[in-house]
């Protein structure tokens, strides 16, 4: 079961990646995730820095899944990560990914304040604050190529895609493979394996 976050609990920084040219105390608080959460333990996380966390996962989660092509089409040759509604991260997306890309993709971030915004995103994450509009939003997204990232226990079982939640102070993820199958996303396998769940058929 989900809960919160203890903030007398010590913060492990981090996350797991692939092939991306990376300064070297990244590369260390990469490691420190990849274990960690290989060993069903997930990522420690306290007060604000949950938000660093989880803006590392998020870093991590578009390496792993790949979007069908028209869902790539733009002028730019970029990657967006979208935030709606009210931000909580707190400048911790931009620190995290700033800079970085994916293959020839540069990271690019947008904050929405209205969903119909939503248009060029390939990433949207849906912050705690906006849990009760969950439902209809991921009803207004249903099948289109966004991965939907949210927080809560019922995030995935409610149709998103990845829902962060907190267990024993630590960042740990669901993921509902249903919901992306039908959007045409695929998610690797390496990233199933780190799930604390996974819903829907999967190898």
């Given amino acids: 079961m989900c809960g919160t976050v203890n903030p007398n609990l010590p913060l492990t920084p981090g996350h797991p990646t692939t092939g991306t040219d990376l300064t070297a105390p990244l590369r260390l608080r990469v490691l420190a995730v990849v274990l960690l959460i290989s060993a069903g333990s997930g990522a420690y996380a306290q007060g604000n820095e949950e938000y660093q966390v989880k803006a590392a996962f998020l870093f991590h989660f578009v390496q792993l899944v790949d979007w069908p092509s028209e869902a790539l089409v733009n002028d730019e040759k970029s990657l967006t990560l979208c935030t709606f509604g009210k931000d909580p991260f707190g400048g911790a997306l931009e620190t995290t990914l700033q800079g970085k890309s994916i293959g020839a993709r540069a990271l690019r971030i947008r904050h929405l304040k209205q969903v ?54 630590k960042v740990r993820f669901d993921i509902n493979v249903d919901t992306a199958v039908r959007a045409k996303l695929k998610i690797s396998s390496r990233l199933l394996q780190l799930a604390r769940s996974v819903i829907g058929n999967h190898p």
């Fill in 116 to 169: 119909q915004e939503v248009q060029g995103c390939q990433l949207l994450f849906v912050g705690g604050n906006e849990r009760k509009a969950d439902a209809s939003l991921l009803a207004g997204l249903k099948d289109q190529a966004i991965l939907t990232v949210g927080e809560g226990d019922d995030f995935a079982k409610q149709g998103g895609m990845i829902g962060f939640c907190m267990e024993n102070n």
